[in-house]
Structures are given as structure tokens and as C-alpha cells.
Nanobody, 127 residues
Framework: QVQLVESGGGLVQAVGSLRPSCPASGRTFSSYAIGWFRQAPGTARELVAAITGSAAITYYVDSVKGRFSISRDNAKNTVYLQMNRLKFEDTAVYYC????????????????????WGKGTLVTVSS
């Protein structure tokens, strides 16, 4: 079992910044990849960014490249998503999720692949 609890969402004006975090517990944190997903009303849950257990490899969807940065502190069992230059279209519920399969290719990560999910944190960007 892995428990994930997101926090750090909120209301921000366009071009502002937020830094949601996702502390985890229950398994050796550095042994699994983490993905940040988001879901806006009426849309499918989409991968935004992902990071391997060792933090050696990161992946970003094109729409957030250059604006978002995923990182993890394995000593604190926490993953972060630094979101800069936010846009109205970034408004969504943001979820962190764990994929426990060793050696998985995070560039092909989808919502169906994930083993455990947090409950999400709402990010609202006002234009």
C-alpha cells in the first residue's frame, strides 16, 4: 500500500506560480515512479509530468514544458510540482499517482497504469 496526499493547490492569477506537493508513505519511496496528472471538468485525466524513483529522468507533456518542473526529495518522501507562468487552461484538479512497476518508461505513463492515487488538489487560474 502507498498513501499519497496532495496539497498546495489554490487560486492564482494568470502568470502566477504554485508549488503543489505530494508526500507519500507505505513503501520505499525511491523505488517507484510518480506522475502528476490533472483533470478539468468534462475532460479525461491527463499526465502532466512524471519522474523516476531515482529522479534521474523526468517527463513533461508539451503544454507545460518550460513552465512546470517536477522534482522529488527521497529523504522527505515527497514529490513537488513547481508551476510557473500559469495559464487559465491549467485550471484543474491535480493528482499525484504512483506506479510501482520497476523500470517503467515514464514517457508512456497513462492514468490506467497507476497503482495508487491521491485525492487531488484544486488549482484555479484566473484570467
Amino acid at each position: 500500500q502507498v498513501q499519497l496526499v496532495e496539497s498546495g493547490g489554490g487560486l492564482v492569477q494568470a502568470v502566477g506560480s504554485l508549488r503543489p506537493s505530494c508526500p507519500a508513505s507505505g513503501r520505499t519511496f525511491s523505488s517507484y515512479a510518480i506522475g502528476w496528472f490533472r483533470q478539468a471538468p468534462g475532460t479525461a485525466r491527463e499526465l502532466v509530468a512524471a519522474i523516476t524513483g531515482s529522479a534521474a529522468i523526468t517527463y513533461y507533456v508539451d503544454s507545460v514544458k518550460g513552465r512546470f518542473s517536477i522534482s522529488r526529495d527521497n529523504a522527505k518522501n515527497t514529490v513537488y510540482l513547481q508551476m510557473n507562468r500559469l495559464k487559465f487552461e491549467d485550471t484543474a484538479v491535480y493528482y499525484c499517482a504512483a506506479d510501482l512497476r520497476p523500470g517503467r518508461d515514464i514517457t508512456t505513463m497513462t492514468a490506467d497504469d497507476m497503482d495508487y492515487w491521491g485525492k487531488g488538489t484544486l488549482v484555479t487560474v484566473s484570467s
